[in-house]
């Protein structure tokens, strides 16, 4: 069974504040995703990556790094964090490229709350 | 601009009973449909998916039915049980695409 890890499940930081937030999955599957969760707006794709050192932007990637220095970690950054960046952070991994095809496994979610 | 759009932001249905839970797209490139479900405090789960070219693919009690020409598809629980109370996303791609367009989801209520 593929195991999605996400390091906190729940986080309060403070406005400016640099974030981090890790994620490893266990099934060497090459792709890795970072959504975000609001209400009444579903999950929206900040990054993805489908390679080591690779990633490409999603539909809200402004405010946002990433970084995959291995194949099973995916790190999402907040370089300053502000009050609009709170959210439901949710990673996730795919075996391959055809993301229609290959299902998406989530992890437990990230709550974070900026203040 | 939302391509996947779930109208009904929840829904309750009596235990037993059939549940119909409906998502539109506009973008006709795509290609591939799922459907996840969520309970709260954990990620989301792969329900059931169908291909464009298909228009219905059965799993169990669940049951997706696509219809391309309207762009809509739609998730049918039978029978309904309590342990379906959640929060129900569908989404879609468009071929070879590692993205997945997700809609704003629809929270299902079993009332026992």
């Known amino acids: 069974d593929v195991k999605v890890t996400q390091s906190s499940r729940y986080l309060v930081k403070r406005t400016g504040e640099k974030v981090f937030l890790e994620c490893v999955q266990d099934?060497?599957?090459?792709?890795m995703f970072w959504y975000r969760q609001d209400p009444g707006l579903g999950l929206r794709l900040i990054y993805f990556?489908?390679?080591?050192?690779?990633?490409e932007k999603g539909d809200i990637p402004e405010g946002y790094s990433v970084s995959r220095e291995k194949k099973e970690r995916f790190s999402l950054i907040l370089e300053s964090a502000s009050t609009n960046q709170t959210s439901m952070y949710l990673c996730?991994?795919?075996?391959?490229?055809?993301?229609?095809?290959?299902?998406?496994?989530f992890g437990n979610g990230t709550r974070l709350t900026v203040t | 601009d939302q391509q996947v759009k779930q109208n009904s932001p929840s829904l309750s249905v009596q235990e037993g009973r059939i549940s119909i839970l409906n998502c539109d797209y506009t973008n006709s490139m795509f290609d591939y449909f799922l459907w996840y479900k969520k309970y709260p405090a954990e990620g989301p789960t792969f329900l059931i998916s169908?291909?464009?070219?298909?228009d219905k693919n059965e799993d169990g009690r669940f049951t997706v039915f696509l219809n391309k020409s309207a762009k809509h598809l739609s998730l049918h629980i039978v029978p309904s049980q309590p342990g379906d109370s959640a929060v129900y996303f569908c989404?879609?791609?468009?071929?070879?695409?590692?993205?997945?367009?997700f809609g704003t989801g629809t929270r299902l209520t079993i009332i026992p």
């Open positions: 989404a879609a791609s468009d071929g070879g695409n590692e993205k997945l367009t």
């Open positions: 990556s489908y390679d080591v050192k690779m990633k």
């Open positions: 099934m060497d599957h090459e792709n």
């Open positions: 996730a991994s795919s075996l391959n490229r055809q993301a229609g095809a290959s299902p998406l496994h």
């Open positions: 169908i291909s464009s070219i298909k």
